[in-house]
């Protein structure tokens, strides 16, 4: 029993020490933990009547990871305790506790040393010195914050006193003497008292007590006991930079974890990856869990990051097991604030941002252009234009879409709580006006956590979260002729109007798609989504080792569009309206049994079962019509005044019926087993209801062991490994069901004709789950007291039965069939490094490193060699085939197309001619050297010479994460880079060839071949053979990057230049500095959305912006 | 120590269990058929099809699908390898370049999209083929329904085998996906073709519906015109059947003496056959593809721009061959057929002969595939003359002199297009082989500029496309090879070679 002896520092006062946890009934079970434990573990929460002492300080124990020391003889005049706090502070629970004890305690590093009360004869023996001073000062702690209950004693003494609500205390101390300022998660820090000045300390939050308990599935743990792969955000990380929206807060601070902004516009997208696509059918986003309840509606977006305790993201298949058919593409665990403090704490937020386009395509002056196009086509401009443009005119076509954004996010809330109950409040609104003309995004939500305990078995919990946001035009994700493909192509020569002041519509001689101008400030387009979470929550504690949870929440969305598409956008005049309604509605109903004890000290068994059932449903109906009297003046709102009315209507449903066990086991607090087993049922596989989906999972702490203890090296050292299964039914409903739609059409006439295709002709009755098996190993490594940490994992991911769309050849009526083939793997590190370099009384410097490399390969389509990308093509007049493909033996998101080699020279006009070329045009890589479709003798470049070119995954990313406080000052500074990524930017070979949808050469760096100017890229103007590819490696781009994503600087306001609440103002930049070769608006973005397939393509996709952002922050 | 265990059961415990048991009583009465789909918004094909206007939806189905083909100028494009057009010899026309120039890509993106859309009206009809026993409909209804189903999967077909040969044959809906379906063999495909146009005649309705634009659905008249074209395609390369000539000129025959109920005539004026006033009412068309722009996706892109010149806005798509211009024989045809005069100022509106240096292409423009009231617009509501009842006289004139000697009624019908076009009679008494390339020449001139009778399917089935070729203007965009009988068919689209290497 002595097997933790080694633990304990060596006081003189201290003697043989055992542990408590013998026999003894817990009185918490973690289910119960898991309601409150949004903290840090310094909180308790605990309801007792009577209970022995032993069993109150395990049930502290088990929620601080405090250990209590004490001689066991003392117990013997314990008295029983009557306690009932929740989420309290320990020096209060402790308080408490030892309230009416004949016996006190003192908190060594992270053991409670239980002492009896020294006899007041001693104190009398203490001889009291003549010069004692009345000291008095004030503590605080993290953002300035008062507190209360902290320790303040005199080294070398027993004296000592603790501070008042307000932070204060005053104490009687000589000339010389030391005081020891401590409180449960900060540093200890000493001050010599130096006479009757007043003592103000901040202290200093102490980095290994940061987060050690996580919130698991249907569960919390503590951190060290894990054996899954997760990897923890908390609201600390991202606190110096103003975020927008969750995924902003994660972006770059998690190993594994791949956040992509696909869009900048204001209230836009962002994808996250974790480890990797599985999927190329099924989809591959993570699954979303807040405070219990599985989304199934509502974007990671929809949620506010101000209201956000910490995220958790579950990355191995021990921890995301546990979800089941659901927890393939890992699991986003958030937990929200709750009240903490007795009095209420306010905290408001001002962010305002002014933002600005990062990169500007660098294009020809209207006179180079009009000389260049002059070359290609004599006579396009005449002599007069030219003089003209000499003089002036023309457009800047970028300048005139693009223009200065303005954010504003002002976010307020308050947190507190009683004796039987906690609340939290937010309200939040942003207005942000995007960096493109005319587009702009506003919200507004509010959110109520409340918590009361019933009785001292029954808690209840509700939270509610409401929101509004409203995008205007900011849906245009980049497509074929949007303004933004538009500016870079459009004819700098031309002008935004026509002489009599009406717009140009064409440009004549260059892009066929429409003006920008015209089209930007003319549409029309209001995204209203108003949304809801409501969690009601039951914990009962039946018994003190069985505890019942039940969870039951909706989430759900009320979706709006309306749009009108002005005639200056659209290919058919004269334009359309458009409205939308949906609904969506997720439902869950969740029972959670937990069963907790400890057995003979040593085997920690906590055993939990589940019965889920969840229901999703969505439906709406969207009309629209064209042209008509009242177009566009009535906008969407007089439909039946248009031409060519359409409607329709939509709905889909589907159910999911679980059950799911696990067992936690650990063997004297050193060996630790985790099983999961989870059915599901789900309803979108009708010929195969049910999927299975196991986990195990082992771990070893060694930190506790003797022989690597004796080392003196590690505060932690924990070796883990995993291995499961996890599902993916990312699939539509009703997707196995061969469908027929109902269009309409006039043939001429006005009354519109019904006619009805084949929407689904080969739906798959046979569907059934994806299944992808994870194996994890990992190491857990802390250093200097946890100061240095390092977690490490290299896994496996092997997903099978893939939801894969496959291609339908036109012959059968073209298309795609969703069906179960082929398998993927993903092969890759993540690494997470953290460490506090300095610490010291001005100077605490934060820093974490993660870094994720993966390999993707497609290991097998089910015997096809490839499938086709997604997008079946760009576009006629750009690509006419895909320019991705899916390949085995390939990662996903691989680029199928010509390798370009240059230009012919003269000296190779044998060669061309062979290809009926001439010196002076494209030069592509003819892989099977030579023969026409009929097999003859004749060399020709076709779709057989197409080879892999490239790869839209990053070799390897990493983000760097400092925060660094001097005194009242603080910086951060936070990096994230991609390696080895590359873009198709159609956006650049539209501007720089000329295409189908292009008829000219905008960009500047274009410099034609002529037999004096020997180009070996660019081909030259006046070939009539010439053969342009766009989906070939010439518009490949490597699109690795580092970025600045944030640098900020704060300065809070010291309380002795404005008494009362403290302030902190702050600058901040985002996307300041891009490091990139990238030759187009942004690296980081994809017209392609969510896309994996068709990852890397620019193609007028809305760019992120520079930002600088200035923040005041008051917190009281 | 004091501990709870089994033994302590007491009246609150007992309420405890009470409680449990509900909560579990809660859990296991939930509903048991919820995994059970309910796919309300899914209307199967024999749920459709079990309705009275679900066999009417999926034959106007058929013919939406044909007119995707004729709604952009790929129609046009994949016609450039006839004599009659050539393409921009810059610019951003790869595609139609590649045509004109005999050197397909299987990238090329028009020659997919005709494949595409012609294999989806196959697919179209031959769902209705395998399901229509399922509708309630009347038998005149079925059987109108079904000879429109037969009708058109025949027209997609001669397209498909007149551009690419042997192509893929699938004459039913299966929801088995076949990734090895070989190319049939041309002649199994005119049997296709010849077997759904008799079913068609046998079928569809005994005259065509006089309430409708003309020749907007196909009625028995409309399948002989169509089998009159088709033996007479058979009858020339690559079948040379030459038997078949008798049975064009038969079938040709029976249209042209019941003209008058078909409602078929020879408009007086050729200048009449492209105007919007007549673009509803055209007595001439035999099969016409009806748009209308106002509603969304129901235009016609074919239209206003692709064969306009860029000076005014057009897109340059493509435009006359110099040497078919020039060739071309003066007259009233030539003026309705070609724009030579071109607008270089949009402004001051002043134009210029198209050969001026101040325009930017030097070349003619067909005058018939522009639209003259909506002329700077992607979309038009202009209708595709699929036939006119022009190439119904051209096909007997010719089928009867191939078969029976070029005689009195042979001349009739051909002088008819002639005297329209302001031209002389042809001389008489020529041999059948000299009327018969009198006739083809005629046809050039009649459907110049890529009007689907094509001078290019003429010049294959003649096997004349060589010697044509030659004729080529030296200032004219240059082929990249003179073409041989290789260069009579297109490659199959890649994307169907990359799923079905058989294809190749």
Known sequence: MDFKAFFIPPQRDLIKTLRIMKLTTLLVCAAFVQASASGYSQNVTLTARRAPLETVFSSIEKQTGYTFYYKTELFEQAKKVNIAVKNERLPKVLAICFAEQPFTYEIIGKTIVVKPVPPATELKEETIPDNLAEISGKITGVEGAPLSGASVAIKGTKTGTSTDAEGRFTISAQKGQVLVISFIGYESREVPVNGGTPINIQLVASAELQGDVVVVGYGVQKKTDLTGSLASVSVKDFKDQPVLDVTSALQGRAAGVDVTNVSGAPGGYTKIRIRGANSIGGGNDPLLVIDGLQLGTLNINDINPDDIENVEILKDASATAIYGSRGANGVILITTKQGKTEKPRINLTSNTGISNRAYKYDLLSPIAYAELTNQATPGTYSEDDLAKLRQGGGTDWQDEIFRSGLNQDYQANVGGRSARSSYFFSGRYINQTGILKNSEFRKFAVRMNVETKLTNRINLGVSAFVARGKGFNNQDQGNLSNAVQQSVIWGPAESIFNPDGSYQLFDPHGAIGKNPVAQILNNYQNNIQNSGIITGKLNYRIFDFLTLDVIGGIDAGLQETDQVTSKYSAFGTPGSAFRNYGNALNMQWSNILTFHKVFNTIHDLTVTGVYEQQKNNYDGTSANGAGGSAFPALLYYSLQSTNGQQISSYYGMSNLRSYVGRINYALMNKYLLTATYRADGSSKFPNNHWGYFPSVAAGWKLSEEEFIRDLNVFSNFKVRGSWGVTGNQGVTPFVTIPGILIGQTTQGGSAPINYAYINNGYGDQNLKWEQTTTTDVGVDLGFFQNRLNLSADYFVKKTKDLLLQVAIPAYEGGGTKLTNVGQVQNKGLDLQISGVPVNTKNVTWNVALNFTSYRNKVLSLGGPEFIEGTTNAIGNGIIPSPPTRVIVGQPIGTYFGYNFLGIYQESEADEAARYGLSPGDSKYQDVTNGKDASGNELPAIDGSDRVVIGNALPDYTWGLNNSIRFKDLEINLFIMASQGNDILNIDYAAAATRIGDSRTITAADVVPWTPENKSNIWPSLTSSSNQERIASSKWLQDASFVRLKNLSVGYRIPSSIIRGAPIKISVSGQNLITLTSFKGFDPEISSRGNSDVDNGIALGAYPSARTITFSLNVNF | ?504
């Open chain 2, 1 to 504: 120590m004091a501990m709870k265990t089994f033994n302590d059961f007491n009246m609150n415990d007992m309420k405890k269990y009470c409680y449990l048991a509900v909560l579990i009583f809660l859990i296991l009465g939930c509903k048991r058929d919820a995994l059970k789909e309910d796919p309300r918004n899914v209307l199967s094909p024999d749920v459709l099809f079990g309705t009275t206007e679900g066999l009417e939806y999926a034959t106007t189905n058929i013919i939406t699908q044909f007119s995707e083909m004729y709604a952009n100028s790929q129609c046009v494009g994949i016609m450039e390898m006839g004599d009659d057009l050539t393409a921009h010899p810059a610019s951003n026309k790869q595609d139609f370049r590649e045509i004109d120039r005999f050197a397909v890509s299987d990238a090329n993106a028009r020659i997919q999209g005709v494949w595409t859309e012609m294999y989806q009206c196959i697919q179209a009809s031959n769902l209705l083929l395998s399901k229509y026993q399922l509708s309630p409909a009347s038998q005149d209804v079925k059987d109108r329904c079904v000879g429109t189903a037969h009708f058109f999967r025949a027209l997609a077909y001669s397209n498909l085998t007149r551009s690419w040969g042997k192509v893929p044959l699938v004459d039913s809906f299966s929801t088995n996906i076949n990734y090895n379906t070989p190319k049939a063999e041309v002649a199994e495909v005119y049997k296709l073709i010849v077997s759904d146009l008799q079913k068609a005649e046998e079928l569809l309705p005994e005259t065509p519906n006089t309430n409708e634009y003309p020749g907007l659905k196909p009625f028995k008249g409309t399948a002989r015109a169509f089998l009159a074209q088709v033996y007479l395609t058979m009858a020339g390369w690559p079948l040379n059947q030459t038997d078949h000539y008798a049975l064009s000129a038969a079938k040709a025959k029976e249209v042209i003496d019941n003209a008058g109920s078909y409602g078929y005539e020879i408009l007086p004026e050729i200048t009449d056959l492209w105007t919007w006033a007549n673009n509803y009412t055209n007595k001439e068309i035999v099969l016409g593809l009806y748009y209308n722009k106002t509603v969304a996706s129901n235009g016609n892109m074919a239209a206003p721009l692709p064969s306009q010149p860029e000076d005014e806005g057009g897109w340059f798509d493509y435009w006359a061959e110099l040497s078919f211009f020039n060739r071309f024989p003066e007259g009233k045809r030539k003026d309705a057929t070609f724009q030579t005069m071109i607008q270089i100022d949009a402004t001051t509106h002043d134009s210029v002969p198209w050969h001026d240096s101040k325009t930017l292409a030097r070349h003619p423009f067909f005058k018939k595939y522009q639209d003259d009231v909506d002329r700077h617009d992607w979309w038009g509501s202009r209708t595709q003359q699929i036939m006119r009842y022009a190439e119904v006289l051209l096909n007997y004139a010719e089928a009867k002199a191939m078969s029976d000697g070029p005689d009195a009624s042979a001349y009739d019908a051909v002088n008819t297009i002639r005297r329209r076009a302001g031209d002389p009679d042809l001389v008489s008494g020529l041999s059948a082989v000299a009327f018969r390339d009198s006739v083809i020449a005629e046809r050039g001139w009649e459907f110049a500029g890529g009007e689907p009778p094509s001078r290019f399917y003429d010049l294959i089935r003649t096997e004349t496309l060589e010697q044509e070729t030659a004729k080529r203007d030296p200032t004219d965009l240059p082929l990249q090879h003179q073409p041989t009988h290789a260069d009579y068919w297109l490659p199959v689209p890649i994307t169907d070679v990359s799923l079905n290497p058989a294809l190749k």
